[in-house]
């Protein structure tokens, strides 16, 4: 069984930056893939940003440019930072993780983008 728990969420101003982290814990025998997906009002849910075992990432289209997903296998940890922050920024964001062929979310953390 693995636990997610995120932070770094909170609320910043229009062109603003943040940083997300994600920490796992628990037992597992491989973690692979990590990312985040985001929840925003009126749409579904979608991929902000995956990051393989390797390195490999993968970043949705509306943050393509904006965002830079990176994790650090010995602390099981994924990070987010995401500049130029918009309105349309404002949602929840869940920290996810495959280990041992499940899959694993965080709670979520709520990243709130004011003018």
């Known amino acids: 069984q693995v636990q997610l728990v995120e932070s770094g969420g909170g609320e910043v101003q229009v062109g603003g930056s943040l940083r997300l982290s994600c920490r796992a814990s628990g037992s597992a025998f491989v973690f692979g893939a990590m990312g985040w997906y985001r929840q925003v009002p009126g749409k579904q849910r979608e991929l902000v940003a995956l990051?393989?075992?390797?390195?490999?990432?993968?970043?949705g289209d509306s943050v393509k440019g904006r965002a830079t997903i990176s994790r650090d296998n010995g602390k099981n940890a994924v990070y987010l930072e995401m500049n130029d922050l918009q309105a349309d920024d404002t949602g929840d964001y869940n920290c996810s993780c495959?280990?041992?062929?499940?899959?694993?979310w965080g709670p979520g953390t709520r990243i709130t983008v004011s003018s």
């Open positions: 495959y280990a041992d062929d499940h899959l694993y």
């Open positions: 990051i393989a075992s390797r390195g490999t990432t993968t970043y």
